[in-house]
């Protein structure tokens, strides 16, 4: 029966007809009130198992377009979903403490809801919201609320995936890897927290430059660092103060600019230190070892804005019996579909790997 609901979300992922019922609604988390949706199979039952599911830092949030092809295809496995809208998140601000307020309202909501049973809940959490969610879930009142927690694509060390950002350097296990980073992420940390380093007080031209850049990349849903970014480049680098123009392009270079590494690597490394000093929920790391609930970790191979290498270093962080399932795949990257398949062979063994781990998770709120 549980592989009938996971070939019936490959469904809802391929097709775009499945029919889902969406609804509204609207939680109180003391501070504020956030929309979120709450969708449900088109079907006779009365109520569903819930997953709550966390986004990403993108000004799309809960209507970035893979998450909602995701959420979706959830959903026609035959369970109600709950993406809730942090607003915080929208906005691009790197507020790791919005999440434990956000999920304790909506597992309120959840239990008030007529079409919500009464059994434990799965909390998903994608890219910023994926160690989050694992955040979360040291909190005992949380997790004895939970029955699973998924972790897509998400960091686990701050100077870690800083430095990938900045020099796309990575390394698992000794050996070093190279790839082109998509600096989305490396422009909202300084849009953040730039001005927090001290030598660097003054270049609030410079952040606030980095955070027009990754608000226009997530409305344009285009790779941060494609070419066609180059003439905002240019224009925004022509309104920066001339002694910090080389800062600027530090972080936002043009596609025929090559970045100091050793500058770069340098940067990634006290800014890290500042931003953590400032925020310290923005490094996972400390908190993974004392999650309470079982976890299932997933990674694109070729994620370029996140390497899968961090999803490797969850995996030594977090309790050993905690850890459920693993899975590196080369089907999907940070925010859609792979493309680095090589041969029928590899994408059947990919195919059949994938598969099995989305059963995997998809028991668990039927067990």
Known sequence: ???TRTLKAIQGWISPNVRIANEELYINRGDIEFPASFLTPVSRKKTFPIWIVLHGLTPTGRFHPT???FTRALTSSGVGVIIPEIPEWTRLELKPEATIPTIRATLKAVEQHPRANQ???GLIGFSFGAPQALVAATKTDIADQLAGVVSWGGYSDMESILKFQMTGRHEWQGKEYVLTPDPYARWIVAGNYLPFVPEYRKAQDVADALLHLAIEAGNRQVPSQSASYDSLLTELGSK????????FELFAP?????IDIVAASKMATRLTECATTVTP??????????VLSEVHLFHGRTDSLIPY???????TLLPEKKIASCTITGLFEHSGRGNSL???FQAFREIVSLLRALNRVLKILWT
């Open 1 to 3: 029966m549980s592989m």
């Open 67 to 69: 998450l909602v092809q």
């Open 119 to 121: 059994g434990q809940r």
């Open 240 to 247: 920066i103060s001339p002694e910090r123009k080389e800062l």
């Open 254 to 258: 043009r596609s025929d600019q090559e």
């Open 281 to 290: 929920l923005l490094n996972p790391a400390p908190y993974l070892p004392e």
């Open 309 to 315: 290498t961090e999803t490797l270093l969850a995996q």
């Open 342 to 344: 090589s041969s029928v």
